[in-house]
């Protein structure tokens, strides 16, 4: 199975702060890689999918990059809603494993 | 959009099995695949396997292998997660999602675009 680490696995930021998580894979998975938002209590929803594709309806303060095994996520002007976990996926090859998670919260 | 609907929460005694209701309001069909992911209390997010159901074909994580079947109904536009021999750790909230397939720079991504607000699957004895 595909590895997938993320980090850090908890950040503290503020209100219009820029953050970036990472997702490493643990073998190559070209731009096969998905980003998830997950808030308190409810599903996850797509941000980013194919590693840099912004999903429709999504802000554009959220951004991908990367490719083969290392990744980003980064939102560039940190809002309110934005204080939940956040989830890294691989859809190269099943199983389709998760990173564990970042949960951003408000420091 | 499409939306989906999961079946209510669910106490079941360990040894027993359960299963998990998905019911899309459009053609279930049109999507390229039904996705299980669980969550336990506390964790990250489980992908569990997932259903074409066009095609009825159904891939698992290795972990749950002999344990799970996913199943989809074209007439109700449900899709099915039954898991058997339930024990503690399977305690956790059960989630369905419908896939979306997308071509760009010339490669076919897929990833799970709406999802069901989750079930919750409780064992204890």
């Known amino acids: 199975d595909i590895q997938m680490t993320q980090s850090p696995s908890s950040l503290s930021a503020s209100v219009g702060d820029r953050v970036t998580i990472t997702c490493r894979a643990s073998q190559t998975i070209s731009s096969y890689l998905n980003w998830y938002q997950q808030r308190p209590g409810e599903a996850p929803r797509v941000l980013i999918y194919?590693?840099?594709n912004l999903q429709n309806g999504v802000p554009s303060r959220f951004s991908g990059s990367g490719s083969g095994t290392d990744f980003t996520l980064t939102i560039s002007s940190l809002q309110p809603e934005d204080f939940a976990a956040y989830f890294c996926q691989q859809s190269f090859t099943a199983p389709y494993t998760f990173g564990q998670g970042t949960k951003l919260d408000i420091k | 959009q499409v939306q989906l609907v999961q079946s209510g929460a669910e106490v079941k005694k360990p040894g027993s099995s359960v299963k998990v209701s998905c019911k899309s309001s459009?053609?279930?069909?049109?999507?390229?695949?039904i996705s299980w992911v669980r969550q336990a209390p506390g964790q990250g997010l489980e992908w569990m396997g997932r259903i074409i159901p066009i095609l009825g074909t159904a891939s698992y994580a290795q972990n749950l292998q002999g344990r799970v079947t996913m199943t989809a109904d074209k007439s109700t536009s449900t899709a099915y997660m039954e898991l058997r021999s339930l024990r503690s750790e399977d305690t956790a909230v059960y989630y369905c999602a419908s896939e979306s397939g997308i071509v760009a720079a010339a490669s076919f991504y897929y990833y799970m675009d709406v999802w069901g607000k989750g079930t919750t699957v409780i064992v204890s004895s």
């Open positions: 194919g590693a840099t």
């Open positions: 459009g053609d279930i069909f049109r999507s390229y695949a």
